[in-house]
């Protein structure tokens, strides 16, 4: 039998959006600013997922530590000015938020700062599907410290048994079943190597797959 859902929680970077080019030319922007020498995008993708200051210390060599404030801000400038250069949503996300978003509440909890998050969102036109969006900085803790779901689950008005936690890293099934949600992972996204050793309920290769494994809680 299907789990009835209320409330669906998506991370954002690896699971509504492809965003790792530009994360990660805004990275190689901040090293290069400090003479620092670029970074393979394939390095840097490993290093996504925690936040961008947790991002910023992974990248800076061992002897150039205290170079951290400089490049977290060099980072900060120059990504809020390119967040959406290449970023797009993945395959047919637009399409199934638009064809569900009348059967379930709807939220986004992310790392990534909030205003960096909502301009994301509302510049690809994301943002309507979304009764809440919340970013690393919107609790004292992140992901995958279970607060800012169960936020989101008391502010909907929903119990956490009926809320779907859904993401491409092991930071979002760690919340999700930290909060006693029930969890999906996707496949195409960021990190999906991490979902093996932290398997999650559901595992689907594509965005609208996912609503095919749950229904609406009446």
């Known amino acids: 039998m299907k789990p009835l859902i209320r409330l669906i929680v998506f991370d954002l970077d690896g699971t509504l959006v492809d965003s790792v080019e530009d994360i990660c030319l805004s990275a190689n922007a901040a090293l290069e600013a400090l003479t620092i020498p670029p970074l393979p ?4 993708r490993g290093y996504i997922g ?3 200051s947790t991002l910023i210390q992974r990248l800076l060599p ?23 250069d290449t970023t797009r949503p993945y395959p047919g996300v637009v399409e199934a938020l ?29 943002s309507r599907f979304f009764f809440a969006i ?14 800012g779901l169960l936020s989101i689950i008391r502010e909907a008005g929903a119990m956490p048994d ?14 999700g079943k930290a909060a006693g949600a029930i969890t999906c992972g996707l496949t ?5 190597d991490q979902l093996i ?7 689907v290769d594509r965005f609208p797959d996912l609503f095919e494994l749950i229904q609406p809680a009446t």
Not at 107 to 123: C, E, G, H, I, P
Not at 188 to 192: A, C, H, L, N, V
Request: overall charge neutral; charged content about 30%.
């Open 162 to 175: 009926e809320t779907l936690m859904v993401g491409d890293m092991r930071n979002d099934i760690l919340t």
């Open 62 to 84: 061992p002897d150039k530590t205290d170079l951290f404030q400089k490049a977290h801000q060099l980072y900060l400038d120059y990504y809020g000015k390119h967040l959406v």
């Open 188 to 192: 195409y996204g960021i990190r999906p």
């Open 41 to 44: 995008h394939e390095k840097i």
């Open 197 to 203: 050793a932290c398997p999650p309920d559901f595992l």
């Open 98 to 126: 638009a064809k569900w978003r009348g059967e379930y509440r709807m939220a986004v909890l992310t790392n990534k700062r909030y205003s960096f998050a909502s301009v994301m969102l509302d510049q690809l036109s994301l």
């Open 134 to 147: 919340r970013g690393g900085d919107s609790f004292p803790t992140r992901k995958p410290d279970p607060q």
């Open 50 to 52: 925690d936040g961008e």
